[in-house]
């Protein structure tokens, strides 16, 4: 789990710095760093989803209880997969920035 965390914090300070350094990487809304950004936030997304999963199973029928918090934290970290048009959405904009391909 903590191999987990560590590999979504890295990759969430990558992104910032990337878009901290315009001079170096392309800007915020060129669509190489929206997909980047959707990519982190996907991804960020789904192992909150999981790690707060793997800790109430962890915990049994504590995990569910409120005294503990688990559940709350559960319920946010599927609530950050849902903001911004879902991941379906987030999805589609990673996969267009790699494939110029539009529908018309």
């Known amino acids: 789990m903590a191999i987990q965390v560590e590999m979504t914090r890295g990759a969430t300070y990558n992104l910032a710095w990337m878009l901290d350094h315009p001079d170096v990487y392309p ?5 190489s760093m929206v997909s980047k950004g959707n990519v982190v936030r ?4 789904d192992k909150a989803v999981y790690l707060t999963n793997k800790a109430i199973e962890l915990m049994g029928s504590n995990g569910l209880s409120p ?3 688990l559940e709350k934290y559960f319920r946010d970290s599927k609530i950050t997969q849902t903001i911004l048009a879902g991941q ?5 904009r990673v996969i267009h920035s790699y494939y110029d391909y539009m529908v018309q």
């Open 88 to 92: 379906q959405v987030s999805l589609y």
């Open 42 to 45: 996907v991804f960020a997304a």
């Open 27 to 31: 800007p915020a809304y060129s669509a």
């Open 67 to 69: 005294e503990y918090h």
